[in-house]
């Protein structure tokens, strides 16, 4: 029999319940009481797609690994951040997982989108594939850099969600480039993120029940990527406040980051404490059924989720934040400063020409530790 394998992170975090405190709890733009609303933040935990390692699936490209254990964590992570745009899109911020309980077709859709095979979006084979173009061998290692960039590639075959994915490099978001990226009028299955109608629609998507229709949107959804550093060797305490309002947005898909084989993806806070979700145990790879349904239990994080001291986050992170008086993260400008010297990728399609000179653009090498924000 197949058993899962549990790493230190694990064993030391899997039954460590949330403190007895009057801190609010944060997760993804929700706040909650612990001591009045428990099951409703286990139960929001839970309803994040947990992607981890997994063993016994096809060989990628044929004859590689069957196993990402070991160096697939960040991609996991990659996967995890992005499963969580699709969930928004397609189901909405307020979707819950339960157990045992009927999922719709949509559901299934994001899924498979991330299940363990080759024609799957966003599953490891295709990541560590296209990874090679990154300069990463398959089975190395990926910063989070590396992983954003090649979700951002991925992202554009993926015409059922047809998500608008930018990079934000320098510490600049430019609002011209994304407009640009996001203004194209354009037939997309799915729930727009700013919907003309504001009564009847629900904040991420179309009304509870609606049938999802191919619909004429003047935006594109939006995931952005920040990556930043916020101080030397250690995190500078002047940022922090600014991190905590990170998870308070309602648009906030959440951090990743990590060291080489510990990356994590972090979806709140409770105190001076980050809750995140740890992708290293290693389960057997699951296969869909014939009707298209997948055993789903594995893919939910059904124990209270980890947590760590914000002071012994690593300082390259990316977060997204407005918050008055709290020190900025990035800079945001209206226009692209003379001085930067990136080539047009915004509208890459899969059928680009642009493949050699977008190579070119991507970083090809990540630090040590760097935590992106969508």
């Not at 060989?59 to 964590?73: F, Y």
């Amino acid at each position: 029999m197949d058993a899962a394998t549990l790493t230190y992170d694990t064993l030391r975090f899997e039954y460590e319940d949330f403190p007895e405190t009057k801190e609010p709890v944060w997760i993804l733009g929700r706040t909650y009481s612990v001591f009045t609303e428990k099951e409703e933040i286990l139960l929001d935990v839970t309803s994040r797609l947990w992607f981890t390692y997994r063993k016994n699936f096809p060989a990628i490209g044929g004859t590689g690994p069957t196993s990402d254990t070991g160096w697939g964590c960040m991609l996991r992570c990659g996967q995890m951040i992005f499963a969580q745009a699709l969930v928004c899109q397609h189901l909405g911020r307020d979707w819950r997982w339960e157990k045992g309980k009927r999922q719709t077709d949509n559901y299934f859709n994001i899924l498979n989108a991330f299940i363990d095979k080759k024609d799957s979006y966003y599953s490891i084979h295709q990541i560590a594939q296209m990874g090679v173009g990154e300069g990463k061998s398959i089975g190395q290692w990926y910063g989070p850099n590396t992983v954003a960039q090649v979700l951002k590639k991925l992202a554009t075959f993926d015409t059922w969600s047809s998500l608008a994915v930018h990079v934000a490099m320098d510490n600049t978001v430019v609002m011209g480039e994304i407009r640009r990226l996001c203004k194209s009028n354009f037939l997309y299955a799915g729930a727009a993120v700013f919907p003309a109608a504001e009564s009847d629609l629900l904040y991420n998507g179309f009304p509870d029940g609606a049938e999802v229709t191919d619909r004429l949107s003047q935006w594109k959804p939006l995931v952005l990527l920040i990556p930043l550093r916020l101080g030397l060797t250690d995190i500078n305490e002047a940022y922090i406040e600014t991190l905590k309002h990170c998870f308070m947005m309602p648009q906030s898909l959440g951090v990743i980051g990590g060291k080489p084989n510990s990356a994590h993806y972090f979806i709140g806070y409770v105190g001076e404490e980050l809750i995140y979700l740890d992708p290293h145990t290693t389960q057997p790879a699951m296969e869909p059924s014939d009707n298209g349904c997948i055993p789903d239990e594995s893919f939910h994080c059904q124990h209270p989720p980890c947590r760590m001291s914000i002071a012994e986050l690593d300082p390259s992170i990316a977060v997204l934040s407005l918050l008055r008086g709290a020190l900025p993260m990035f800079e945001l400008v209206e226009h692209q400063p003379s001085h930067f010297s990136s080539p047009d990728v915004l509208n890459l399609t899969p059928d680009s020409s642009d493949a050699d000179r977008l190579e070119r653009f991507f970083d090809s090498e990540d630090e040590d530790f760097e935590i992106l924000s969508l």
